[in-house]
């Protein structure tokens, strides 16, 4: 099998200005999803998808291929991430003649994921019975007990009720938070469909420590923390 790697790196992220190229433990964001998607041997190409020459360029230090600029269209705020999936799928059909084997999305968002984490997504795809395999870790919420939303009267109620009451978050079923650790795809379906659930999804579960999805300069500080934890166990 011959996967080609994509990171998808804005560069107008409001969250946390800068994000992508924002040090983190001694080098960039993106550079940590880089060095993930190189050490992986089945994964033959590491394209990243940017609107931004500065992350371009960081990302070319770092071993990435950055062959062409993101169209600032498929770069706003609002713009699907699918539709840049496709874009950069594009761009392989029109430079190499055909579309890969494989695509893999590797988030800049999850700088603590191991490339076990993307191994263990690429065996689950091979298994042949997914149009795509995403991440997920253990929910610390759940619609059915302790998740609610707003009612037009002001009250609030579970997202998603269940037929009779629960009295213990363990007794309400299995739920688990997607996390932006890997995605595994066929792009033939990217290319057909317009968005993950529309296909056959299989999920692989990554501890919560290695999960961290960062938007916000919390949510940086706290990979920060949990980086500083991992090395001096190491």
């Known amino acids: 099998m011959k996967a080609v790697t994509f990171i998808f790196a804005r560069g107008g992220s409001k969250g946390l200005p800068g994000k992508n190229i924002r040090p983190l433990g001694g080098k960039p964001l993106i550079a940590w ?63 190499t003649g055909a579309l890969p084997e494989v695509m893999v999305s590797v988030p800049t968002t999850a700088p603590l994921r191991l490339s076990l984490d993307i191994e263990n997504c690429l065996d689950e795809y091979e298994k042949n019975n997914a149009d795509i395999v995403i991440t997920v870790t253990d929910a610390h919420r ?19 009720p269940p037929e009779s009451a629960i009295a213990r978050r363990q007794d309400a079923p299995v739920v688990y938070d997607v996390a932006t650790v890997c995605f595994v795809a066929n792009p033939e379906f990217v290319m057909t469909h317009n968005g993950i659930y529309e296909g056959q999804v299989k999920a692989v579960r990554v501890p919560v420590e290695r999960a961290i999805d960062i938007d916000t300069l919390l949510d940086f500080q706290i990979a920060e923390s949990l980086l500083n934890i991992r090395e001096q166990k190491l």
């Not at 992986?40 to 992350?55: A, C, F, H, N, Y």
């Not at 759940?142 to 009612?151: G, L």
Request: net charge negative.
């Open 33 to 95: 999803s880089i060095e993930h998607a190189i050490a992986v041997k089945r994964i033959e190409r590491v394209i990243v998808s940017t609107d931004s020459e500065e992350i371009a360029a960081v990302a070319r230090q770092y071993g990435a291929e950055v062959p062409f600029i993101r169209p600032a269209e498929l770069a706003r705020d609002d713009s699907p991430e699918w539709l840049a999936w496709r874009h950069a799928l594009n761009y392989l059909r029109e430079t």
């Open 142 to 160: 759940s619609p059915c007990f302790n998740m609610v939303k707003a009612n037009m009267d002001g009250t609030v109620g579970l997202v998603d």
